[in-house]
């Protein structure tokens, strides 16, 4: 419990700040679709948020170098109370995109003021615990968002007040709390060919998690609106399908760890295909429900059965980098995802959003499976032990993981560079594990 006492206004923080991203996450698409916009714009303003989340994973902790962890989380709430509150002010497609897009820079930035914060809180015997407390706070919170959101929808005015007040009260803790901002955080460092080179099945798991996952927060709730006309019935929706991601999560990374992983992602992939066509018949709410509890299950837990992945064909010293580009890959395929689907549902006849997304598990499963084990494959004893994990976190949460490797020491002082072309070369030209 001391752990927890250590960082517990950094925990309150991220309760405060995670409950107003669900509720806005699910809210702002439903807004979007009342006040006109189309399903390609909609689409658009969500790729925009992940397009942000990339750059404000690579910009902030150059920001906190700066001027430290407090003020740039309080500037960054600043700017996203700001930002926020014009949406209501009009029905400008190009604001909506420009705005999303600032709202996903500084909610990757306030995740990485308060990661690295914990980070440098927790000691190294206590990281896993701080770790795995922080993965169900971020979910039962989602969830929470999606419940404030059922009982305030009918007043949009009164959902941008309370997202407003839960992103207030979020700085309140930050602030006040006694503890000593650590040092610097480390630039970002991705190097996605060396992802590729390390495991082909991570790869396309981060991906493939990214495009499902990201088009169902963007896309999700105006389906469900669209097909039962009942908006209140969304964020019951939404909820039900982080639920069901969060009960599984433990079981599911537990099988893997004595089941090669490859077969875990084609099996989750197969069923996430198998849900997302039993969505795209269902017309009434219990199987709606049904569904999303399906589909939650299996496609919420891509992205750690992904992340495990890599890390069992990674160096331990390169884990936070390899982490980092999962983390940022699935971000891409978000933004790849929404964007071509909104544009599709737009230009079919009928919601064939569900229809989309089986397809394209059912591509990511055929992908994954017919990869070769090869000589130097991972033996599913020497596999590293499973960690829960979810997308909604910045880079500077993989430096809690117990997979990762110490940082060295002038690296939490000096921001790391991107990747050079003589440490490519180096990575080519060395022996690693198996790419299956």
């Known amino acids: 419990m001391s752990c927890v006492r250590s960082v517990f206004s950094l925990l309150l923080t991220t309760a405060f700040l995670l409950t107003g991203h669900g509720l806005h996450m699910t809210f702002l698409p439903l807004m979007a679709s009342e006040i006109g916009l189309s399903q390609a714009v909609i689409g658009l303003s969500g790729s925009a948020y992940f397009v942000g989340f990339i750059s404000g994973a690579l910009v902030t902790p150059h920001i906190i170098a700066k001027v430290g962890h407090i003020r740039s989380f309080t500037t960054l709430m600043a700017v996203f109370l700001c930002c926020f509150q014009v949406l209501p002010m009009t029905d400008a497609g190009w604001v909506w995109i420009l705005t999303r897009f600032l709202l996903g820079a500084v909610m990757c930035g306030a995740y990485t003021v308060v990661e690295s914060w914990l980070s440098d809180q927790a000691d190294e015997r206590s990281h896993g615990r701080v770790l795995g407390i922080y993965t169900f706070i971020v979910l039962t919170a989602m969830a929470a968002g999606q419940g404030i959101l059922g009982l305030t929808y009918g007043d949009a005015a009164q959902v941008f007040a309370v997202i407003s007040i839960l992103i207030g009260c979020a700085i309140i803790p930050v602030s006040l709390t006694s503890s000593l901002a650590p040092a610097p955080v480390p630039a970002t460092r991705i190097d996605f060919l060396k992802l590729y080179r390390r495991s082909h099945t991570a790869f396309a798991g981060a991906l493939g998690s990214g495009v499902v996952i990201g088009t169902f927060w963007t896309l999700g709730a105006v389906h469900v609106v669209s097909v039962t006309g009942d908006a209140e019935f969304a964020p019951t929706f939404i909820a039900v399908s982080i639920l069901g991601g969060a009960l599984v999560q433990y079981p599911i990374g537990l099988a893997s760890d004595h089941i ?117 494959a991972v033996a599913t004893e020497e596999q590293s032990s499973f960690v829960a994990a979810t997308s909604a976190t910045a880079p500077a949460a993989l430096q809690q993981d117990p997979r990762a490797g110490d940082i060295a020491e002038e690296d939490q002082l000096v921001p790391a560079e991107l990747s050079t072309e003589t440490e490519l070369s180096a990575t080519i030209n060395r022996e690693v594990p198996s790419t299956a």
């Open 260 to 376: 090669d992983r490859r077969y875990v992602l084609t099996f989750l992939c197969v069923m996430s295909s198998l849900a997302a066509l039993y969505l795209s018949t269902a017309t009434d709410t219990v199987s709606l429900l049904i569904g999303a509890a399906a589909f939650g299950a299996a496609s919420n837990s891509l992205y750690a059965i992904s992340l495990a992945k890599a890390a069992d064909n990674s160096e331990r010293d390169e884990f936070v980098m390899i982490g980092s580009s999962v983390l940022l890959l699935n971000a891409v395929g978000a933004a790849i995802g929404s964007f071509i689907f909104g544009w599709a549902m737009r230009s079919a006849e009928g919601d064939i959003l569900f229809t989309l997304i089986a397809i394209a598990c059912a591509l990511i499963a055929v992908f994954i499976a017919i990869q070769p084990k090869g000589i130097t």
